[in-house]
């Protein structure tokens, strides 16, 4: 007969406990998700009796048949081979996988769980059909978070198959919703392997309508995500550097919402920057608000200033509502190392929505990636990496989130994930005065607005025009200090505007940004 050609979009993973599934009976729902579009159905019980379990996928067979769908059981080999259904899916410490293909013959679809490298080698070498990569973020569905993996885990696992030249099948699981469905496939996918589909559980089976959730889930899996716009291609320091003009002009013209949720340390400079450089600043913390300010066509900071059950839940809900709305969101984490509390943050924050651009300092950007030695006093980042280290970390993180990283510090690195871009513009002023950091998100938050489909270089045109305009304020005759070189810094940041819409660029002649140059066999 030989084995089945399986479209594994849509992974419907059963479950039929009381809490998801109500009154409801388990082949009602199925069959209103099959119809809906789930592409292929496991059932999973652990509990329920062997004689039990076999009824009820002889039950669920009939039906999958109908839609000419596969029914995988997760583990229970004998149960199968009793029902005569079309494979298995068995976890790490589940039957190994030659004897599951002993016991179920060369036709048999045989998946696996992995959620390491390793593991995902060893199940390609040992002739699985396809890899249920996960956890990827914790579910209560999943009470063993050992290996909660996130998408950063998904695309290691990802890039090492494609490397290997396997070409298996794959799905991701755990943690998986309509909110965050399209941005893990975006996030996960690697240059020669993407996700081939997603697992879900609750999303569909605890659902009024399993049918109407399946076709909307299925069309998220289908379509590109409003978010992610693929990032311009110049590479030559003059082609950027040349295009920072267009940009200040264009959020001159277009005077771009910044909507920033930010500490109360900064409302005020950060509306004001806003203002010199031509936005249009609103600072609301109220998370509720953002579903309205989101239609705006402009763009949010999240500033990770302050830190509290109540200011996490509105960033959360205002992460999502730009992330709907496909318009462009900049995460600084402020403070990030400095607590275990701030570091939690950042992992909700992440796990939670699509960042377009991460900017913080040294200490920040290495708590983002992951680096536990990372600890800060405060906001304030001591520099332990030389150059070439900090340009591969920005390299890294923006290869892996699919987005922007800046590191701020005496010269700014900027990454889309294919280059790096050093800036050595700047003024050691703005490192003594509060919220200058800050207020450089609120800059970039302009530019990528009017100019999301290429935020490399809008990031680099809001990162010149904060620096240069630092420098001539610090030049100023007037300027004797950080409390005489703010109010001139907000001048300088207005008049580079102004010059630029009159098209006087004489300023752009202080720019000075250079490529970062990595060895060839450099991943």
């Given amino acids: 007969m030989g084995k089945p050609k399986v479209d594994y979009s849509l992974y419907l993973v059963t479950d039929s406990t009381p809490a998801i599934l109500g009154n409801r009976q388990l082949a009602h729902v199925v069959e209103e998700a099959l119809r809906g579009g789930v592409t292929v159905v496991q059932l999973r019980e652990k509990t329920a009796d062997t004689a039990d379990m ?111 030249g396997f070409d298996i099948p794959t799905v991701c699981i755990g943690g998986i919703n309509g909110s965050n469905l399209q941005r893990i496939i975006f996030q996960s996918g690697a240059a020669k392997k993407g996700l081939d589909g997603v697992a879900l559980v609750s999303a569909i089976m605890a659902a009024p309508d399993p049918e109407g959730a399946a076709r909307e889930l299925l069309g998220l899996v289908k379509s590109p995500p409003a978010f992610g716009v693929d990032m311009g291609q110049p590479v030559v320091v003059q082609e950027q550097v040349a295009q920072a003009p267009s940009i200040i002009r264009a959020v ?54 302050s830190v509290d059950p109540a200011g996490l839940a509105n960033y959360l809900k205002a992460l999502r509502a730009y992330n709907q709305a496909g318009r462009p969101v900049v995460f600084d984490p402020v403070g990030a190392g400095a607590t275990s509390i701030r570091r939690d943050a950042v992992k909700t924050i992440m796990a939670n929505g699509y960042l377009d651009v991460i900017k913080g300092n040294e200490g920040e950007i290495r708590t983002v990636f992951g680096d536990s030695q990372a600890q800060q006093r405060g906001v304030d980042s001591s520099s332990t990496l030389d150059e ?136």
């Avoid at 913390?285 to 705006?296: Q, S």
């Avoid at 505007?497 to 000075?512: F, H």
């Fill in 54 to 164: 076999i009824s009820t996928a002889r039950e669920l067979h009939g039906i999958t048949q109908k839609y000419n769908v596969p029914l995988l059981i997760n583990d229970r080999v004998d149960v199968a081979l009793a029902v005569g259904c079309e494979g298995v899916h068995i976890g790490q410490d589940d039957m190994e996988l030659s004897a599951a293909r002993k016991l179920l013959g060369p036709d048999a679809i045989i998946g696996v769980t992995v959620s390491t490298v390793e593991q995902a080698l060893r199940a390609c070498k040992g002739g699985a059909d396809y890899l249920g990569i996960g956890t990827v973020y914790a579910t209560p569905t999943k009470t063993n978070t050992k290996d909660i993996i996130g998408t950063a885990g998904v695309r290691e696992i990802l890039g090492k198959i494609a490397e290997t």
């Fill in 252 to 305: 001159h013209d277009a005077t771009p919402l910044s909507h920033n949720m930010t500490n109360i340390v900064v409302q005020n400079f950060a509306a004001n920057v806003a203002l010199a450089i031509g936005a249009s600043p609103i600072m609301a913390g109220y998370g509720e608000e953002a579903p309205d300010l989101c239609k705006l066509g402009g763009a949010l900071v999240i500033n990770m200033g």
């Fill in 388 to 523: 070439s280290e900090k340009a591969r970390l920005v390299l890294a993180l923006a290869a892996r989130e699919k987005n922007v990283v800046v590191m701020t510090g005496k010269t700014d690195f900027v990454s889309d994930g294919q280059f790096v871009f050093a800036i050595d513009n700047g003024h050691e002023y703005l490192g003594l005065v509060t919220g200058t950091g800050c207020t450089l998100g609120t800059a970039i938050s302009a530019a990528i607005a009017s100019r999301k489909a290429d935020r490399l270089t809008a990031v680099i045109a809001a990162t010149l025009h904060f620096e240069i305009a630092a420098e001539l304020a610090a030049e100023r005759p007037e300027v004797r200090g950080p409390g005489t070189f703010l109010p001139a810094f907000l001048d300088e940041l207005y008049r580079i505007r102004q010059a630029t819409a009159s098209n006087e660029l004489s300023w752009l002649r202080r720019a000075k940004v250079r490529t970062v140059d990595f060895p060839e066999d450099y991943p």
